[in-house]
């Protein structure tokens, strides 16, 4: 998924409202079960605590590559 605001950049807002104009590419029905579940997740990278209910982790290299071959295999 690749976002940018209405200046082409991706900021913070500081009290006021930001628009993103995005992009997404292999979209799953938000009524159909997750084609990845949390304990798959676990499983092949278990370095990312799934279930902390975290929002904007930085993934190292690695784990991002992890994270799109397991993506590109069940999609």
């Known amino acids: 998924m690749m ?5 082409g950049k991706i900021e913070l807002a500081k009290g006021d ?3 993103l104009k995005m992009d997404c590419y292999d ?3 938000a009524d159909q079960k ?3 579940d949390i ?3 676990e499983k092949e ?5 799934w279930r902390k ?6 993934l190292s290299e690695e784990t991002a590559e992890k994270l799109d ?3 590109n295999k069940i999609m």
């Open 3 to 7: 976002a940018t605001d209405t200046k």
């Open 17 to 19: 409202s930001s628009f």
């Open 27 to 29: 979209c799953v029905p």
């Open 34 to 36: 997750p084609p990845v």
């Open 39 to 41: 304990e798959i997740l």
């Open 45 to 49: 990278i278990p370095e990312i605590d």
């Open 53 to 58: 209910g975290h929002s904007g982790e930085l």
């Open 69 to 71: 071959e397991l993506w």
